[in-house]
T-cell receptor, first 115, second 112 residues
Framework: DADVTQTPRNRITKTGKRIMLECSQT?????MYWYRQDPGLGLRLIYY???????NKGEISDGYSVSRQAQAKFSLSLESAIPNQTALYFC??????????????FGPGTRLTVL | SQQGEEDPQALSIQEGENATMNCSYK?????LQWYRQNSGRGLVHLIL?????REKHSGRLRVTLDTSKKSSSLLITASRAADTASYFC????????????FGKGTRLSVIA
């Protein structure tokens, strides 16, 4: 089984709909991240969480919210989806205690299309 | 804004040739990491170099770091078609408890 899983893998929705993307990990890592990837723009950080009670905004948090339900689960919500949120979304984890170097492990991605 | 900038944006080489990608960054770092992404998939960590290291090897990968120039290079020797992917550098800032900051990537095509 994959260490970092994302659901759904693909989603098509309409403008104005509420969407939740979920991420689960079995690596026991304390840190979790949400990124979006657009062609030619690389990865941009949306939100990150260093432990269950810690939530931090990233570079592009407007229009998104997150919930860290447990150490292993980190969900990303789009309260009212808009077309420019069409992108590939990645969840990632890291464990600073393990290496101190913040190496990240990525999920397979969720392709979201907002019509 | 992104910390790292990879160069070139795209690179096309023949199988067996070496591929060199460069990354420049703006502020002091704790470490720099390189990741690979196959089309539409998640990123995979390749190699990490600490700020007090100058060169590191892993199999066919060689990474150098020049902190005075705020730059790093990734060399893939004897490239294979399977090396076709996008490569990203990512930095951990010296300010401590911060997440990775990714560059925009270099798209490598290895032609058989």
């Amino acid at each position: 089984d994959a260490d970092v899983t994302q659901t759904p893998r693909n989603r098509i929705t309409k403008t104005g709909k509420r969407i939740m993307l979920e991420c689960s990990q079995t690596k026991g890592h304390d840190r979790m991240y949400w990124y979006r990837q657009d062609p030619g723009l690389g990865l941009r950080l949306i939100y990150y969480s260093f432990d269950v009670k810690d939530i931090n905004k990233g570079e592009i948090s407007d229009g998104y919210s997150v919930s860290r339900q447990a150490q292993a689960k980190f969900s990303l919500s789009l309260e009212s989806a808009i077309p420019n949120q069409t992108a590939l979304y990645f969840c990632a984890t890291s464990d600073l205690r393990a290496s101190g170097m913040n190496e990240q492990f990525f999920g397979p991605g969720t392709r979201l299309t907002v019509l | 804004s992104q910390q790292g900038e990879e160069d070139p944006q795209a690179l096309s080489i023949q199988e067996g040739e070496n591929a060199t990608m460069n990354c420049s960054y703006k502020t002091s770092i704790n470490n720099l990491q390189w990741y690979r992404q196959n089309s539409g998939r998640g990123l995979v960590h390749l190699i990490l170099i600490r700020s007090n290291e100058r060169e590191k090897h892993s199999g066919r990968l060689r990474v150098t770091l020049d902190t005075s120039k705020k730059s790093s290079s990734l060399l893939i020797t004897a490239s294979r078609a399977a090396d076709t992917a996008s490569y990203f550098c990512a930095t951990v800032l010296n300010s401590g408890n911060t997440p990775l900051v990714f560059g925009k990537g270099t798209r490598l095509s290895v032609i058989a």
